[in-house]
């Protein structure tokens, strides 16, 4: 991006700026009607479109919090931490709202989800209009970068997954703004609130560490507008600003370390159990890549195809390398939001490729980058559009941009509409007796509508996560009270391959073709 000294007349401007402030809107609709189109399609289907099944544990944990069995699973029986504490607390009121019913819960967090996908689209907006003042369409970029980030096929489903997700993107915007901000006075109360703002993204996403940390090495280092703000003096600040930001986040680590023997939460331990020395090093590329695409997911077959991920490495370098060649034309704030994202995402990176599994939630822990990942782009459109000369063909840009949105978030609908775990939530709920124990490993959605689920991946079971560590858990679940294993069917019919499994266990249902398989105790307990 140039600067721009000699800007063009406002009536040569106003053309392209009325085409993208109607191509935003129009996205702006798109975005808001995807997210809403499930409450209309009949029955519960929005419980299906957008809850995931760890979205599903959260809602329990919330759920049971809300009508007095404290941070629990399994009908208040089994005590966990395996969450993130501030948006469970704030589902939580949405189910004391809801007298703690399950449906009216999920459809005010799912529309609390909305809203705040809303006030993320329009923070967007203001931080890069700030951020690229005085640069060649600034408010079109801006606003366009915000109406992309709303309805991108890519950003839209972890926005509505009943995580913290969306709420992560929202806080880290925040946070950025705040950081790169040097016009300020850096006075002991603004160092004092901002300590607060990081407690908080903290309690958001425990990862938040790596933002925090590049948030407060930028307050720190970076010169400010006023020559008073003398080095020593920003240190001090920052270090007040860091200890408040501790001092935010302490309740929930001695809540942690008091009742669980450990800071970092039994599902952080159980996860990276899965790990193996960078073992999602090569799918990183990939999910960068994706959010630097911006208007369409790459399909899942070619992310699976050998050859991927040294493309996708190749062009994220080259985006690198571009940054690199550009850096000497970047403003200060530019340079400080660069500092900052690289801190972010090179913590982030660092920690889920070396030290961590689950590859396949990458998508969400990457989520917060991706209005700056999708900056270039827009940026990219933007300049398209007004290098259009003649009308009829930048309106035909423009709406092959919506039409292309409109259409991978219409596939969407049809081909996800189905949650990939209610069928085994139906099977429960027509074989199993209410009072009855159900096992599994994945009973994030079966444990959300079956109440006496028991958790056995140690995510939100510490009793789990401990026969897990021992190498004792077919053993464990053979002397704990299930009556009935319930899950995918490959899971279990690699379960009954078990000697201590089919001993006390028999088939009670095995179906390929629906992909459930419930196993049931031999002799009721």
């Known amino acids: ?45 929005f419980l299906q479109r957008f809850p995931t099944e760890d979205g599903y544990l959260m809602l329990t944990i919330a759920r049971n919090l809300a009508i007095g069995n404290g941070f629990s699973t399994a009908a208040g029986e089994i005590p966990t931490n395996g969450t993130q504490p501030l948006t469970t607390l704030i589902w939580s009121c949405f ?37 690229l003042e005085g640069r060649e369409h600034a408010r079109s970029i801006a606003l366009l970068t915000a109406a992309v980030c709303f309805a991108s096929p890519v950003a839209l489903p972890h926005s509505m997954n009943c995580l913290e997700t969306g709420a992560y993107g929202c806080i880290a915007l925040l946070v950025a703004g705040v950081a790169i901000d ?87 331990r159980a996860e990276s159990l899965t790990g193996k020395f960078a073992s999602n090093l090569a799918e990183m590329p990939i999910i960068w890549l994706e959010y630097l695409l911006a208007l369409v997911p790459i399909p899942i077959g070619v992310q699976h195809s050998v050859w991927m991920p040294y493309v996708a490495t190749l062009l994220v370098l080259a985006a690198l390398a571009l940054l690199y060649r550009t850096w000497p034309r970047l403003r200060g704030p530019e340079r400080r939001l660069a500092a900052l994202l690289g801190v972010f995402s090179g913590g982030l990176a660092v920690f889920y ?26 940026v990219l459109l933007v300049r398209v559009l007004a290098r259009c000369a003649a009308p009829p063909l930048r309106c035909g840009v423009a709406f092959g941009i919506l039409a292309l949105i409109t259409g991978v978030n219409a596939r969407n609908q049809i081909t996800q509409a189905e949650h990939p775990h209610f069928q085994v939530v139906r099977w429960v709920q027509a074989n199993v007796p209410e009072r009855a124990w159900v096992g599994a490993v994945q009973t994030g959605t079966v444990g959300f509508f079956h109440d006496r689920t028991m958790n056995l ?28 294993l319930a899950d995918w069917y490959p899971a279990m019919r690699d379960w009954m391959k078990s000697p201590v499994i089919a001993s006390a266990f028999e088939v009670a249902h095995f179906d390929p073709e629906a992909n459930v398989g419930a196993l049931r105790r031999r002799t009721p307990r």
């Open 1 to 45: 991006m140039s600067s721009q000294p000699n800007a063009p007349a406002p009536s040569a401007l106003a053309p392209l700026e009325r085409l993208i402030a109607g191509l935003s809107v129009c996205l702006f609709a798109i975005g808001a009607f995807a997210r809403v189109f499930p409450f209309f399609q009949g029955g519960s289907r």
């Open 95 to 131: 189910f004391a709202l809801a007298g703690g019913e399950k449906e009216l819960g999920v459809a005010l967090v799912l529309l609390f989800q909305l809203a705040l996908s809303g006030l993320t689209a329009w923070l967007c907006y203001r931080f890069f209009a700030r951020l």
């Open 182 to 268: 040097t016009r300020a006075a850096l006075t002991w109360r603004r160092s004092t609130l901002f300590g607060v703002l990081l407690g908080l993204a903290f309690l958001v996403r425990n990862d938040a560490v790596f933002l925090i940390a590049g948030a407060c090495l930028v307050q720190g280092f970076a010169p400010r507008a006023d020559p008073r703000e003398t080095l020593p003096r920003r240190l001090t600040r920052t270090t007040v600003t860091g200890l408040v930001s501790i001092a935010v986040a302490s309740p929930w680590l001695a809540f942690n370390y008091a009742n669980f023997g450990h800071i970092v939460p039994v599902s952080g």
């Open 353 to 378: 490729g070396l030290f961590f599994g689950a590859g396949w939630f990458l998508p969400r822990y990457f989520f917060p980058l991706a209005p700056w990942l999708m900056l270039p782009m827009c």
């Open 457 to 484: 991946d140690g995510k939100v079971n510490p009793d789990a996560y401990e026969a897990l560590i021992q190498r004792r858990l077919h053993e464990y679940v053979v002397a704990s009270p299930i009556e009935f």
